[in-house]
């Protein structure tokens, strides 16, 4: 993978006169880092009130599964998304949980971490950042919280040339409670609206938080007073477990609702 490729790029772009609304995939492409930014652009020009959303899927999703889930995204949320592939390896043996397997995922997750943060950092100089949202799942966050704390270091030092995005969502996050509640001044910062999705019965982040012997964002537990502090502008807590069940999914019916992003409403 070299730095000019950009890690796997998958871009889903969606069109009000499509037969089924929501598809156009461009499937199994690694694109050249500009032509990314191009496309990108291109995108948001042609979408409905210029809104994208920028999607960072989680653990354990290599790239075909990764263009479904950016798939039911655009379907849900009823706009453009752009949709960041961080080269997640899949398990070796279906269905049997490994933390051999896991820490690959954490490693890759973590190399691309420079990558992802760089590739946003382009983004943002070229499109309306006023009309994205942002929209990660389980490990993903990782990703995602890293562009923020990054984005507010910048942000102090000029924050006229950083405007807030539309929207920040994390849903069922594996990331650490502690680092969260650290930065939660940065995401609420950063966007006019944001939310976290938690659940404390999913299984995945339950798995987690024996491995790193501490309470997940998405599955805070006890912790859960550190996102929901009064003492700064917290963001939106969800919490679905009873909705969802005992599901690692992420709740795009949900999360699109409560966004109401595209301008759509509930649908069952």
């Known amino acids: 993978m070299t730095d000019s490729q950009a890690a796997v790029l998958g871009c889903i772009v969606w069109s009000p006169n499509d037969a089924i609304p929501g598809v156009k995939l461009l499937k199994?492409?690694?694109?050249?880092?500009?032509?990314?930014?191009?496309?990108?652009l291109e995108t948001q020009k042609n979408a409905p009130e210029s809104r994208v959303l920028l999607f960072v899927h989680g653990c354990c999703t290599p790239h075909d599964a990764a263009m479904e889930k950016a798939a039911?995204?655009?379907?849900?949320?009823?706009?453009?998304?752009i949709m960041y592939d961080w080269d997640s390896p899949m398990w070796n043996y279906s269905n049997i949980w490994s933390a051999a397997d896991y820490h690959r995922n954490e490693d890759h997750c973590a190399a691309a971490e420079k990558r992802f943060v760089e590739l946003v950092n382009e983004l943002e100089g070229k499109l309306d950042?006023?009309?994205?949202?942002?929209?990660a799942h389980s490990m993903g966050n990782r990703l995602l919280d890293a562009y923020i704390v990054q984005r507010h270091a910048k942000n102090s030092k000029d924050p006229i040339h950083h405007p807030q995005l539309m929207l920040l969502e994390f849903a069922n996050a594996d990331l650490s409670t502690i680092r969260a509640s650290g930065n939660l001044p940065f995401y609420t910062e950063s966007a006019v609206k944001c939310r976290i999705y938690v659940d404390n019965e999913d299984p995945a982040l339950e798995a987690s938080r024996k491995i790193h012997s501490g309470n997940r964002v998405g599955a805070p537990h006890a912790q859960l007073d550190l996102l929901t502090s009064k003492e700064i502008l917290a963001p939106d807590v969800i919490d679905h477990v009873s909705i969802s069940?005992?599901?690692?999914?992420?709740?795009?019916?949900?999360?699109?609702?409560l966004s109401n992003f595209g301008g759509c409403e509930l649908t069952i």
């Open 245 to 257: 069940g005992k599901t690692h999914d992420l709740p795009f019916w949900l999360c699109s609702d």
């Open 28 to 40: 199994n492409v690694t694109s050249h880092r500009k032509q990314f930014i191009d496309d990108a």
């Open 129 to 135: 950042v006023t009309k994205i949202g942002a929209l």
């Open 72 to 81: 039911q995204a655009t379907l849900w949320y009823r706009c453009p998304v």
